[in-house]
């Protein structure tokens, strides 16, 4: 009836994580003693468990691995045609040994769990034709007209969006869109001083609406950048007027 289990816990007075050797009868433990240096396989599986066990809130989540977290519940929506794993909570927990443990090999204590890439274990999870899918349909990032690489943001719950500078879009007659052309991006436009002046998921109806109010404000405001009454069919710039409007 005895098993002999390892286990990681959370040491509080340390801030960090031990490995215990457990004897134990169903519930009741026998005997308890500290690991000092547990092989990587059981290390790892005890990693796996504590994971599991407190969320996948104990892993080191950057911008660009929740992002592609999101991308993936997106193309869940957006493609439905391609069957997409599920990232939700549960399932990710439930998959540890599919998608984490492949890139723990160098992870023998809390801070080196933390610094797992997480983007590189999330597309475990992934065939290599989805993964060019998922990067050709729902890029991270936009080259607006005048060349500049932006990064998109999406959301679970609204569509994705992209920050730019008004004169960079100049030229551009319509929203672009990602997911094959499915879902045009927002469009969160600024001033040369990076404040938002408007908010649109179509350009065309901006040019011909709202722009000549913008245009009018922005002349006094910023005299020195390029306002055409045409911004549909005029050349982008990242310049002031002092440059050639191609710059």
Same mark, same amino acid.
């Given at each position: 009836?005895? *098993?002999?289990? %390892?286990?990681? *816990?959370?040491?509080?007075?340390?801030?960090?994580?031990?490995?215990?050797?457990?004897?134990?009868?169903?519930?009741?433990?026998?005997?308890?003693? @500290?690991?000092?240096? $547990?092989? &990587?396989?059981?290390?790892?599986?005890?990693?796996?468990?504590?994971?599991?066990?407190?969320?996948?809130?104990?892993?080191?989540?950057?911008?660009?691995?929740?992002?592609?977290?999101?991308?993936?519940?997106?193309?869940?929506?957006?493609?439905?045609?391609? =069957?997409? &794993?599920? /990232?939700?909570?549960?399932?990710?927990?439930?998959?540890? !040994? /599919?998608?984490?443990? @492949?890139?723990?090999?160098? /992870?023998?204590?809390?801070?080196?769990?933390?610094?797992?890439?997480?983007?590189?274990?999330?597309?475990?999870?992934? =065939?290599?034709?989805?993964?060019?899918?998922? !990067?050709?349909?729902?890029? %991270?990032?936009?080259?607006? @007209?005048?060349?500049?690489?932006?990064?998109?943001?999406?959301?679970?719950?609204? $569509? @994705?969006?992209?920050?730019?500078?008004?004169?960079?879009?100049?030229? *551009?007659?319509?929203?672009?869109?990602?997911?094959?052309?499915?879902?045009? #991006?927002?469009?969160?436009? #600024?001033?040369?001083?990076?404040?938002?002046?408007?908010? =649109?998921?179509?350009?065309?109806?901006?040019?011909?609406?709202?722009?000549?109010? /913008?245009?009018?404000?922005?002349?006094?405001?910023? &005299?020195?950048?390029?306002? $055409?009454?045409?911004?549909?069919?005029?050349?982008? =710039?990242?310049?002031?007027?002092?440059?050639? &409007?191609?710059?």
């Amino acid at each position: 009836l005895v *098993e002999v289990r %390892t286990e990681v *816990e959370w040491d509080e007075e340390k801030g960090t994580l031990r490995a215990l050797r457990r004897e134990q009868a169903g519930v009741l433990v026998l005997k308890a003693q @500290p690991m000092a240096r $547990p092989q &990587p396989e059981v290390l790892h599986a005890a990693m796996l468990r504590w994971v599991a066990q407190k969320g996948l809130a104990v892993l080191g989540w950057s911008e660009a691995a929740e992002q592609l977290r999101v991308r993936l519940q997106c193309a869940a929506q957006w493609l439905p045609e391609e =069957t997409w &794993p599920a /990232v939700d909570d549960e399932t990710l927990l439930a998959t540890l !040994d /599919v998608w984490l443990l @492949p890139e723990m090999g160098a /992870v023998r204590d809390l801070k080196s769990l933390q610094a797992v890439n997480l983007v590189s274990a999330l597309l475990h999870l992934l =065939t290599w034709s989805q993964r060019q899918r998922l !990067d050709s349909a729902l890029p %991270t990032h936009y080259t607006v @007209p005048t060349g500049s690489r932006l990064p998109i943001r999406y959301h679970a719950d609204k $569509p @994705p969006a992209l920050a730019v500078r008004i004169q960079e879009m100049f030229g *551009e007659a319509s929203n672009p869109a990602v997911a094959e052309g499915r879902v045009p #991006l927002v469009l969160e436009l #600024l001033s040369p001083a990076q404040r938002p002046l408007q908010i =649109t998921r179509d350009l065309a109806a901006f040019w011909r609406g709202a722009y000549p109010e /913008v245009q009018k404000e922005m002349k006094g405001r910023y &005299p020195r950048h390029l306002w $055409p009454d045409d911004p549909a069919s005029a050349l982008p =710039t990242r310049r002031t007027k002092k440059y050639s &409007p191609q710059g």
